[in-house]
Nanobody
Framework: QVQLVESGGGLVQAGGSLRLSCAASGYIFSVNTMDWYRQAPGKQRELVAVITSGFATTYANSVKGRFTISRDNAKNTVDLQMNSLKPEDTAVYYC??????????WGQGTQVTVSS
């Protein structure tokens, strides 16, 4: 059974940093692309960052240069380092993966709140 469990959210002042972590289990982690999404109140869920099995990364324009996605295949974790946080980064952040045979998997989400 695939499970994704996020941790590391919290309250931080603008300009501060947070590191989110997602622990994956129940499948062969190293072969899957992993993503971080976020959803702010009243807005659609949006893709924040992607890391492939080959460690290639892509970012939303809104976070480029501030956020860094990384993965540790030995620990089955994917992290999101968030620096220079802005109030508009406030959202629930979700870890996600897609498996061809069984579809989308999401974590339960972790709240990030950036105060001005």
């Amino acid at each position: 059974q695939v499970q994704l469990v996020e941790s590391g959210g919290g309250l931080v002042q603008a300009g501060g940093s947070l590191r989110l972590s997602c622990a994956a289990s129940g499948y062969i982690f190293s072969v899957n692309t992993m993503d971080w999404y976020r959803q702010a109140p009243g807005k659609q869920r949006e893709l924040v960052a992607v890391i492939t099995s080959g460690f290639a990364t892509t970012y939303a324009n809104s976070v480029k240069g501030r956020f860094t996605i990384s993965r540790d295949n030995a620990k089955n974790t994917v992290d999101l380092q968030m620096n220079s946080l802005k109030p508009e980064d406030t959202a629930v952040y979700y870890c996600h993966t897609y498996r061809a045979r069984s579809g989308d998997y999401w974590g339960q989400g972790t709240q990030v709140t950036v105060s001005s």
